[in-house]
């Protein structure tokens, strides 16, 4: 008699497969593949930031750069070990540096102020000893202030110093926040220490109104680009429709990110993209000679990754306004959303640091 083979669904073989590859094959499975790329100052080389997460969304690390395929507009690059830079939580080499510029305008307010500054407070305390940090403040009557320089971030006085700073008031009217942007993105130019190799940005907590700068929207996104510094930005509760167009827009044209205070359901998604583009991006550098200021594309593949991971950039002098990118959907938690969006900073680094 035959003896009777049962048919297995095709899915069930499939997930089989995919349980067995990660068993065995742990390298081979990826669960998300993010890049970042960073195209100016364009006589500078074009930096590209790739960030890797697991199944369970916690960073992949290992890599080398033979597990990193990449093409411009369909050519492929050839990279050279000394072109490929491992992330900071792997590099004790590379740290991060960052510039938090708070708004202090009327408009931000009440809770969403206190949950601006608790929000910083927290972010600061999840950074990793060797990281550095600044605080500048902004509104109309007060003008943007350098309330304190680059500091050490220490886990003893200096990070303490910092913290007491981000949780003082700084009260006027009016808002510049572009003015106080540029003044942010010059801490970079002459900072008063020797700052890490490593990531450096500049991180806008705002709602995106500015109703008394001298400066515009486009000479910001110029100022950032010729001085090759990333705006990342996060909107707080107040933040209208126009608001979170042009924080979206700052962000995008800078080669930073854009993040609105999130709800519930985009919380994960929010604070894991922010650490993951400072902290745990493997960075890959190649020279250009593009400066048309057109769109082309930069496309990733990841050893094990079953499809390539693309990301659109410009690259000229002269600012050239493209089209903004729609905003990110479901903003809008509120205070409490931009707190915990930092919580989850701060859980992350400790995870990093149990890792290390």
């Not at 020279?287 to 991971?309: F, L, W």
Request: one cysteine or more; a negative charge.
């Amino acid at each position: 008699m035959a003896a009777v083979v049962a048919q297995r669904p095709w899915w069930l073989a499939a997930a089989v497969l995919t349980a067995l590859a990660a068993v065995f094959f742990p390298g081979l499975v990826r669960a998300e593949v993010d890049v970042r790329v960073e195209s100016r100052p364009i006589n500078d080389p074009i930096e590209v930031y790739v960030t890797v997460t697991d199944a369970n969304g916690q960073p992949v690390g290992g890599l080398s750069v033979s597990d990193f395929t990449v093409t411009l507009d369909g050519s492929p690059i050839t990279f050279q070990p000394s072109d490929f830079s491992l992330p900071p939580s792997e590099n004790p080499d590379r740290r991060v540096s960052v510039v938090f510029a708070m708004d202090f305008s009327p408009s931000v307010a009440g809770s969403a102020r206190i949950a601006m500054q608790e929000a910083v407070a927290a972010f600061i305390e999840s950074m990793t000893p060797g990281d550095y940090a600044a605080i500048v403040k902004f509104n109309g009557s007060q003008g943007a202030s350098v309330e304190q320089p680059f500091t050490l971030i220490d886990g003893g006085a200096g990070s303490s110093m910092l913290v007491s700073v981000a949780m003082t008031d700084y009260p006027g009217s009016s808002t510049n926040l572009f003015d106080a942007t540029i003044v942010s993105i010059e801490q970079f130019s002459a900072p008063s220490v020797t700052l890490p190799d490593g990531p450096r940005a500049v991180i806008v907590i705002s709602d995106g109104r500015d109703n008394f700068s001298a400066a515009t929207l486009n000479t910001v996104i110029d100022k950032a680009g010729s001085d090759g510094i990333p705006v990342f930005t996060i909107a707080v509760s107040t933040a209208t429709t126009s608001g979170q167009q042009v924080l979206n827009s700052l962000a995008a044209r800078t080669g930073g990110e854009y993040i609105p205070a999130p709800n519930d359901a985009a919380l994960a998604d929010a604070y894991a993209t922010m650490a993951s583009l400072l902290d745990n991006g493997y960075l890959l550098t190649f020279q250009s000679s593009i400066s048309d200021c057109n769109q082309h594309e930069v496309e990733v593949q990841v050893t094990g990754q079953a499809t390539p991971t693309s990301v659109r950039f410009t690259r000229c002098d002269a600012v050239t306004p493209p089209p903004p990118p729609p905003p990110n959907p479901g903003g809008g938690g509120g205070a409490l959303g931009l707190l915990e969006l930092f919580a989850g900073l701060a859980v992350l680094a400790a995870r990093r640091r149990r890792r290390a």
